[in-house]
């Protein structure tokens, strides 16, 4: 099999606002250059992301944090408390979809990281929506966040976006839950559960979310990015990690090798290290100045 260059990108932690100007960069690179491109990075100081359709006064719903700076992203889903984690940033031209669908690019993704955790000898699991009505497929996985397309064109989509009773998930009394859900649903997305989320059962029998993606999708080419906790943060007390579950620290570096590893064997990529241009940070300078650093943006809502 003939392999494709993709970018590879390890930036050093940065702000919110660059973060996500640069993930934005990524999918207008692919779209111009018709290539994959694959960045790992961490946020500093700790950031609260809102989902594009997410209300910035739903943030008060989170009182533990109310002290991080927050910035609003371009795809779906719900908030996510960006502390101890590793964040990922994949973005290439539908005709390089390893799945040929993207909204079980998820999946794909995510089975790379079960495959991670096996070989650490922990059990997780890709979520089941109880109410699926096949293990292959559900058709709410295909919709985009139930708050509507978005007015330029392209559909921001996360991986929580099935409609999915919050009692089912979540009974009455679940405790942490019952105070930042409002609505019908709770705030933070690593509180809600999908199709392709990664799940582990804890030591006391809680199921616990550990990664989590979303999308948006512009005409020629697609950004995914996701989340994966590596241990509890004290902006979100109510959500263990890596760390927690396994009974031991578990540093970026160490799962971000390993997680690159198994990737390359199933995609038929070849990593390019490569850092950005001069060209390429100023433009993310211009992104931040003009949308993600400007109240217009992260308070459009």
Same mark, same amino acid.
């Given at each position: 099999?003939?392999?494709?260059? #993709?970018?590879?990108?390890?930036?050093?932690?940065?702000?919110? !606002?660059?973060?996500?100007?640069?993930?934005?960069?990524?999918?207008?690179?692919?779209?111009?250059?018709?290539?994959?491109?694959?960045?790992?990075?961490?946020?500093?100081?700790?950031?609260?992301?809102?989902?594009?359709?997410?209300?910035? %006064?739903? /943030?008060?719903?989170?009182?533990?944090?109310?002290? #991080?700076?927050?910035?609003? +992203?371009?795809?779906?889903?719900?908030?996510?408390?960006?502390?101890?984690?590793?964040?990922?940033?994949?973005?290439? *031209?539908?005709?390089?979809?390893?799945?040929?669908?993207?909204?079980?690019?998820?999946?794909?993704?995510?089975?790379?990281?079960?495959?991670?955790?096996?070989?650490?000898?922990?059990?997780?699991?890709?979520?089941?929506?109880?109410?699926?009505? @096949?293990?292959? +497929?559900?058709?709410? @996985?295909?919709?985009?966040?139930?708050?509507?397309?978005?007015?330029?064109?392209?559909?921001?989509?996360? @991986?929580?976006?099935?409609?999915?009773?919050?009692?089912?998930?979540?009974?009455?009394?679940?405790?942490?839950?019952?105070?930042?859900?409002?609505?019908?649903?709770?705030?933070?997305?690593? %509180? /809600? +559960?999908?199709?392709?989320?990664?799940?582990?059962?804890?030591?006391?029998?809680?199921?616990?979310?550990?990664?989590?993606?979303?999308?948006?999708?512009?005409?020629?080419?697609?950004?995914?990015?996701?989340?994966?906790?590596?241990?509890? @943060?004290?902006?979100?007390?109510?959500?263990?990690?890596?760390?927690?579950?396994?009974? /031991?620290?578990? %540093?970026?570096?160490?799962? !971000?090798?390993?997680?690159?590893?198994?990737?390359?064997?199933?995609? *038929?990529?070849?990593?390019?290290?490569?850092?950005?241009?001069?060209?390429?940070? !100023?433009?993310?300078?211009?992104?931040?100045?003009?949308?993600?650093?400007?109240?217009?943006?992260?308070? +459009?809502?």
């Amino acid at each position: 099999m003939c392999q494709v260059g #993709c970018r590879l990108l390890m930036d050093l932690p940065a702000d919110g !606002a660059w973060n996500m100007a640069l993930d934005e960069l990524l999918l207008v690179w692919a779209e111009r250059t018709g290539q994959p491109i694959f960045r790992i990075y961490q946020w500093m100081p700790a950031t609260l992301s809102l989902g594009y359709f997410q209300r910035w %006064q739903d /943030r008060f719903r989170h009182p533990a944090s109310l002290s #991080c700076p927050m910035v609003r +992203r371009p795809s779906g889903g719900g908030a996510i408390l960006h502390d101890q984690e590793l964040t990922y940033c994949m973005a290439l *031209p539908y005709c390089l979809l390893p799945t040929g669908d993207p909204s079980s690019l998820y999946g794909f993704v995510h089975e790379t990281l079960l495959e991670v955790f096996t070989d650490w000898g922990f059990k997780a699991r890709l979520w089941q929506c109880p109410c699926a009505v @096949s293990p292959l +497929r559900d058709e709410a @996985s295909d919709r985009p966040d139930r708050c509507g397309m978005v007015e330029s064109g392209p559909v921001p989509t996360s @991986s929580d976006a099935p409609e999915i009773s919050p009692e089912t998930l979540f009974p009455k009394g679940s405790g942490p839950l019952e105070t930042t859900r409002l609505g019908g649903e709770p705030f933070l997305c690593f %509180q /809600r +559960r999908s199709r392709w989320d990664v799940v582990a059962d804890a030591p006391e029998g809680m199921e616990v979310k550990l990664a989590g993606s979303a999308q948006r999708r512009s005409r020629a080419a697609l950004l995914q990015h996701g989340s994966i906790l590596l241990a509890r @943060s004290p902006a979100s007390p109510e959500l263990p990690g890596l760390a927690e579950l396994l009974g /031991r620290p578990v %540093q970026p570096a160490e799962l !971000a090798q390993v997680w690159l590893a198994r990737l390359a064997e199933r995609l *038929p990529w070849a990593w390019q290290a490569d850092s950005l241009t001069p060209q390429e940070r !100023a433009e993310a300078h211009r992104l931040v100045q003009t949308k993600y650093g400007t109240d217009s943006w992260n308070l +459009r809502r």
